[in-house]
């Protein structure tokens, strides 16, 4: 079933990939339940000491449950036998912003809670902790062949996976879902346990937990001290629960071991946590659609709002905060849409693909049995995305245009209101409930808008969706709108942000005192979003549907018949929000001709980013203080004396495991990862072993900033820090036996005080 891959899909590697088992263990994102038969043994052989039942266990402590994932986005791990939870600054980023004011400003300042009173909630932010998962294939595909209908197919497969997750549930008492894997040929529930009270406790200021901002994202060197730090709470019984008062840190089954030695190239590291999405198996037309039609358009449109935002948020510490954590995050996929683009065009991915794909083609034509099966995968892929990308700009200009302004956002929420305000049978019940659910999310929903700004977002968006939505998929009421305002956008933004319900709280919470139609029926806002979301619903997402349904069939032949016609080859499933190991070494890269970079940072490196007069790159007066006095306390590494801020692994990783630990082969927590690298950016369509890293902050980096410069050493004495020798070498179990033995009685004390 799913094993590694030693490379890419290259076609012109494939002769090689046949021939050649496993060269290095970096690519793959590997399901946990399967670590024990499929990696176990090359993982031992790179330097791993714990056994597969220390990693994955149902009924025992097993490093599973020191990972959890957070806020649906992001990866986090226990650090404490008190639930002291550890993830990235740009993950807690959110909760820091929503504690933050001109006045109390915890995102330039940093914050560490000074008692366990002092810790702050965040009523969204919960975290979910794996409690099992299991192969359902069977159960799921039941009775289903290839001779199935499409649609019969899919509704079974739905029935199923609805009944199966329901079950696994246990009346909520767990959160359980199934999700499909290699293009719906297998399926895996994953039931988990959800924390609710989840407390902030402490972060760094920006300037170290964004060091380096918008220009360093994404690229090595790198000095960012992307780290924060959360608490999990629970019921008197140590039970998941929502927040209360009275709740106790939570003690989980398992905490991570802190290493305070340090890593060395080679050493083996593996990263645990939730990747998001990937899409390896993309056929050549899909990494065309998506890298020479959607990734610019998504960038085009970003392009416009960053500018106007930051331009309002240089005039103003309000607008500042307000706009913090949306302007990161549209900021952090505008970049590294432009470097996937960017990075598959450099290294000949479509061609690779394409190369591949002729190869299938032949294959299963070779044979009167496989061409029955495999023999129109690629026919159907390549009409899917022909079909597909007629309406790419519809979908993005929707996504990211119209949904990328926030009043227009907040109108489209008024939908289903207006639905139940003009249903046939006035349905009073609907209306109200409709107007409730509005009400509820308001004061989150207006805490962060900006008017003034948001009004020429509203002027941009409309200006492109006008110029660049083929016309013939634009809304007739849309069009209708923009004559009577002669195409001046600029005019129809005022006149919207002059008299919609939409453009205050205030006016907001009065309509839906008493909501009617006829009101929505002429704000200007709603007119907009609905027109958009109304013309979506009706006229493109029907059309949408057969050639969806036609890309799914065919990624699942295509990929099914990759598996037959490579016996020997391992494939490993995509990334989509579920738990997997990674595991590989510490190493550097060449970026390019001439250059060789070092596989770790120091602070020199922050002293000399240092410029006081750009924002991304102040450098904390505390931090430069202990810099110039050498203050490192036991922070520094024994080698050359230095604190190392990040260094580099070939783990395999992407959005979504933000937060990770990097875990040595003693399991013990050396790192927390937090980015990839610049030249890797095509990484979620194509595995490049020569230039694919992970970017990690070393662990000692963030005890020192939590220690030394935030004044958190109670947080420190709250983790289990272990000191070893160097990582074990690969495959003798680390040298001589009495430095072995040493270090084996090392190794079960650490990992006993951390259970
Ligand atoms: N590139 C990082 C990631 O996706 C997020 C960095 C956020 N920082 C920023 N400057 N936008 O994991």
Redo the contacts with the bound molecule.
């Keep these: 079933m799913f094993r590694k891959t030693v490379s890419g899909l290259a076609a012109a590697a494939l002769a090689l990939l046949l021939a050649a088992p496993a060269a290095r263990a970096d690519e793959g994102m590997w399901l946990p339940l399967l670590v024990k038969r499929l990696n176990h043994v090359d993982m031992q052989k790179q330097g791993l000491k714990l056994t597969a039942e220390e990693i994955y266990d149902v009924n025992n402590a097993s490093l599973k449950d020191a990972i959890g994932q957070l806020g649906g986005f ?1 990866t986090a791990e226990f650090i404490s036998k008190d639930g002291l939870l550890l993830t ?4 807690g ?1 959110d909760a820091i912003q929503n504690h933050s004011t001109p006045q109390n400003d915890l995102l330039t300042n940093g914050f560490v809670a000074k008692t366990k009173a002092d810790e702050l909630t965040n009523p969204t932010l919960f975290v979910d902790v794996l409690h099992h998962m299991d192969d359902v294939t069977g159960k799921v595909l039941e009775g289903i062949s290839e001779a199935t209908p499409d649609a019969e197919r899919a509704k079974l497969v739905s029935e199923r996976v609805k009944a199966i997750s329901d079950a696994a549930k246990e009346n909520g008492k767990y959160v359980a879902y199934v999700r499909d894997f290699l293009g719906g040929n297998e399926y895996y529930l994953f039931v988990y346990t959800r924390f609710a009270d989840v407390r902030l406790v402490a972060a760094p200021p920006q300037s170290i937990g ?1 060091f ?3 220009t ?3 690229m090595w060197p790198r000095h ?1 001290g ?1 780290f924060s730090v959360f608490r999990v709470y629970a019921n008197e019984r140590n039970e998941a629960a929502p927040y209360a008062a009275t709740n106790k840190p939570y003690q989980p089954k398992k905490h991570l071991p802190v290493s305070m030695s340090g890593v060395d190239e080679n050493d083996f590291a593996m990263v645990f946590g939730f990747p998001g999405r990937t899409t390896r198996y993309m056929a050549a037309a899909g990494v065309k659609m998506t890298t020479e039609m959607t990734n610019p358009a998504r960038v085009k449109l970003r392009d416009k709002r960053l500018k106007l935002m930051k331009e309002d948020m240089d005039q103003s510490a309000d607008v500042r905060i307000k706009y913090a954590s949306t ?3 549209v ?3 505008w ?2 849409w432009q470097g996937e683009s960017e990075g598959v065009r450099k290294l000949g991915t479509v061609a690779q693909k394409q190369a591949l794909e002729k190869q299938f083609q032949q294959w299963a034509d070779a044979d009167p049995k496989r061409k029955e099966t495999y023999g129109a995968a690629l026919a159907d892929i390549n009409g899917a995305y022909a079909e597909l990308s007629k309406y790419t700009l519809s979908q993005q200009y929707l996504n990211e245009g119209i949904f990328g302004v926030d009043i227009l956002q907040k109108a489209a929420g008024a939908i289903a209101l207006h639905k139940a305000l003009t249903a046939k049978d006035a349905d009073a019940e609907g209306v109200k409930k409709a107007a409730a659910s509005m009400e509820e999310g308001l004061g989150e929903s207006y805490k962060d808008f900006v008017p003034a700004t948001d009004q020429k977002i509203a002027a941009a968006m409309l200006r492109y969706f006008a110029q660049d939505v083929p016309k013939d998929q634009q809304p007739e009421a849309l069009t209708a709108i923009f004559k009577e305002y002669g195409n001046d956008y600029d005019r129809l933004a005022r006149e919207m942000f002059a008299t919609s319900v939409f453009a205050s709280k205030a006016k907001l919470e009065a309509f839906l005192k008493a909501p009617t139609a006829a009101a929505l029926d002429k704000d200007l806002a709603f007119r907009v979003a609905n027109s958009v979301v109304k013309n979506f619903n009706e006229n493109i997402a029907p059309k949408l549907q057969a050639p969806a349904a036609q890309l799914a069939r065919g990624n699942r032949r295509f990929i099914q018949g990759q598996r037959e016609m490579m016996p020997g080859k391992s494939f490993y499933p995509d990334a989509n929000s579920t738990i997997r190991l990674s595991y590989g070494t510490v190493r550097a890269y060449k970026p390019r001709d001439g250059v060789d970079y070092a596989y770790y940072t120091t602070l020199d490196g922050i002293a000399q980013k240092e410029d006081p007069t750009n924002e ?1 790159f102040i450098v904390p007066a505390k931090l430069m203080s202990l810099y110039r006095a050498k203050d490192f306390g036991r922070y520094a590494d024994p080698k050359d004396g230095k604190v190392h801020v990040a260094f580099l692994t070939d783990n395999d990783i992407t ?1 979504g ?2 937060g990770s630990p990097v875990i040595n082969g003693r399991g013990e927590l050396i790192g927390l990862a ?3 690298n610049w030249e890797s950016m095509n990484g979620n369509i194509v595995f490049d072993p020569a230039l694919k890293r992970c970017i990690n902050n070393d662990i000692r980096y963030v005890l020192f900033v939590i220690d030394k410069v935030i004044d958190g050493k109670h947080l420190v004495d709250e983790m289990t820090l272990v000191t070893n020798g160097p990582n074990p070498e690969p495959g003798n179990g680390g040298g001589a036996g009495k430095k072995m033995k040493k270090e084996k009685k090392k190794k079960d004390k650490s990992m006993a005080s951390a259970q």
């Design positions: 992001c990235n600054h740009h993950c980023y964004k380096g901002g918008d360093d994202n994404w960012t992307d302007y990161a995050s900021a952090n996929y970049k590294f991304e959005g495991n933000s937090f980015d990839g």
